[in-house]
Nanobody, 114 residues
């Protein structure tokens, strides 16, 4: 059974940057369609960014041009976030999917506030 662990969340001022990391254990993350989702209080979970096994990326409309998803190794997925604004405040989840198998991390809180 694979496990995903996120880190890098925290409190940042508007306009600031954060880098989230997701480390996989017991699975080779690069063999999975991997991504980041987020959920703000009272809102549905939404796609932030996704990367296929071939490196094709997809971004949510609200983060295009500000966030960048990347694989730093076969076991690590990162999300570089810039120009953060209060609407980016949410719990961010790392995901990995292949066929009907679907893994989710426990989430990391990102709060954008002055």
């Amino acid at each position: 059974q694979g496990q995903l662990v996120e880190s890098g969340g925290g409190l940042v001022q508007p306009g600031g940057s954060l880098r989230l990391s997701c480390v996989a254990s017991r699975i080779i993350l690069s063999l999975y369609r991997s991504g980041w989702y987020r959920q703000a209080p009272g809102k549905p979970r939404e796609l932030v960014a996704e990367i296929t096994t071939r490196g094709t990326t997809t971004y949510g409309e609200s983060v295009k041009g500000r966030f960048t998803i990347s694989r730093d190794s076969a076991y690590e997925l990162n999300l570089q976030m810039t120009s953060l604004n209060p609407e980016d405040t949410a719990v961010y989840y790392c995901t990995a999917r292949i066929g009907t198998v679907d893994y989710w991390g426990q989430g990391t809180q990102v709060t954008v506030s002055s």
